[in-house]
């Protein structure tokens, strides 16, 4: 099988309303590409280096990127379905300031990645795998991370103002390291953070 390499050097470069299911070779280099309005389905892009990419309004399902290199590649109104994303670091992609939502994932696994310092105010985290992951310093105003286990993510300094973590689990976040006001929690998640202010929690 071609890879998609091959397949968008045979578009010119750019792509639009396309059905794509070409991968990339660990450490084969996709550079300087403009995929508009495409469907990535089961691409494996696991190693891969994007380079300087423009993923408009596409959405990737299926896809594995773990230990992608996304160094400088913009994704703008994009969405990850049911991707595999082990060990990315998302803080490598370039800002989309026109984007509606930085990043939307719906039941992917990005264990062991880092959002370090990221701007993803109004990203979107449904039910989502997050074991490990750095958020440090992260702007998640006003995100969703309904359902997500986020066992051993890493809080602090993250501003996390009305965001959502209703049905997350595993996670602690310590007001006095983190911006939390506002950010809705169940009740299970209320004691942990309690309990992290040095309260006891009984009943």
């Known amino acids: 099988m071609a890879s998609l390499l091959e397949r968008l050097d045979r578009e010119g470069g750019y792509a639009v309303d396309l059905d794509l299911t070409e991968g990339l070779a660990p450490g084969e280099v996709l550079e300087g590409v403009e995929l508009e309005a495409c469907r990535l389905d ?11 990419c423009t993923f408009t309004d596409c959405v990737l399902t299926g896809c594995n990127l773990s230990m992608a290199d996304l160094a400088g590649s ?26 509606a939502r930085p990043w939307d994932f719906e039941r992917c696994r990005l264990d062991l990645g ?4 990221v701007e ?6 449904a039910d989502c795998s997050l074991h490990d992951v750095d958020l440090a310093g992260a702007d998640l105003r ?53 309990r992290a202010m040095g309260l006891v929690v009984e009943g």
């Not at 089961?42 to 300087?52: F, H, I, S, T």
């Not at 109104?77 to 998302?90: E, N, P, S, T």
Request: net charge positive; glycine share 12%.
């Open 74 to 99: 913009r994704f703008t109104d994009c969405r990850f379905v049911d991707c595999k994303a082990l060990g990315v670091v998302w803080g490598r992609a370039a800002a989309a300031p026109l984007s």
């Open 42 to 52: 089961g691409c494996v892009l696991e190693k891969a280096v994007l380079r300087d």
């Open 142 to 194: 006003r995100a969703l991370l309904t359902g997500c286990d986020l066992g051993g993510a890493t809080f602090a300094g993250t501003d996390l103002r009305e965001a959502d973590l209703v049905g997350a689990t595993g996670y602690v976040v310590d007001p006095a390291e983190n911006r939390v006001r506002g950010m809705r929690v169940d009740a299970v998640a209320a004691g942990g953070i309690l």
């Open 120 to 125: 993803a105010v109004g990203a979107r985290f």
């Open 114 to 117: 880092s959002f370090r310092d």
